[in-house]
């Protein structure tokens, strides 16, 4: 059974740093393109960052391109996202994804093979 699960939500200030971790289980991290996407009250839920198989290619919204920053551990069968320079429209709930696919910024959620259960960022102005 596949299990994704993110840690590391919390509370920041606006220009402060949060980092997100995602362990997967019942998968090889180094079959799956793994990444983040994320879901503010009222709105669909987006694309937000990702990184390919052996985590040499990444890919990030405009929004949050210059201050995320994705990376993966293949041995460790994690994924993080280093958050800086953080914004008030940051807060969302924040989901981990795998997929054997390539995870790219035209991915849409539908077509995400996997999911974590979320975590939930909060940024204050």
């Known amino acids: 059974q596949v299990h994704l699960a993110e840690s590391g939500g919390g509370l920041a200030q606006a220009g402060g740093s949060l980092r997100l971790s995602c362990i997967a289980s019942?998968?090889?991290?180094?079959?799956?393109?793994m990444g983040w996407f994320r879901q503010a009250p009222g709105k669909e839920r987006e694309f937000v960052t990702a990184?390919?198989?052996?985590?040499?290619?990444?890919f990030y919204a405009d929004s949050v391109k210059g201050r995320f920053t994705v990376s993966k551990d293949t041995a460790k069968n994690t994924a993080s996202l280093q958050m800086d320079y953080l914004k008030p429209e940051d807060t969302a709930d924040y989901y981990c994804?795998?997929?054997?696919?390539?995870?790219?910024?035209?991915?849409?959620?539908?077509?995400?093979?996997?999911w974590g259960r979320g975590t939930l960022v909060t940024v204050s102005s």
């Open positions: 019942g998968i090889a991290a180094s079959n799956y393109a």
């Open positions: 990184v390919s198989w052996a985590g040499g290619t990444q």
């Open positions: 994804a795998a997929d054997l696919s390539l995870i790219t910024t035209k991915t849409v959620p539908p077509e995400v093979d996997f």
